[in-house]
């Protein structure tokens, strides 16, 4: 079983800058993917981002790119968002999530909101 919690939402202005934390604990959650999704009000949840268990390969959605960045502390077992010149199109609960793939789906955090004010 893996435990997911995030950490680092809040509220910011557009241009601004946040970064979440997904903390993981468990017997296997090194050796799983991490992902990140988010979900805003009447969408539909999408993927944001993800690295591979040992942080040698990341992806993108291509509305993040350039703007966001994924990174893991083996040792913390903690997988961090880089959230860089946040827009207002940003506001959503970000979700992480673990699993086996590049898209992981298996264990579910409980969301942590990032609101981008224009």
């Known amino acids: 079983q893996v435990q997911l919690v995030e950490s680092g939402g809040g509220l910011v202005q557009a241009g601004g800058s946040l970064t979440l934390s997904c903390a993981a604990s468990g017997c296997t959650a090194s050796n799983y993917a991490i992902g990140w999704f988010r979900q805003a009000p009447g969408k539909e949840r999408e993927f944001v981002s993800s690295?591979?268990?040992?942080?040698?390969?990341?992806t993108y959605a291509d509305s993040v790119k350039g703007r966001f960045t994924i990174s893991r502390d083996s040792a913390k077992n903690t997988v961090y968002l880089q959230m860089n010149s946040l827009k207002p199109e940003d506001t959503a609960v970000y979700y992480c999530?673990?699993?086996?793939?590049?898209?992981?789906?298996?264990?579910w955090g409980q969301g942590t909101q990032v609101t981008v004010s224009s």
């Open positions: 690295i591979n268990w040992s942080g040698s390969t990341s």
């Open positions: 999530a673990a699993g086996w793939t590049m898209s992981p789906n298996n264990y």
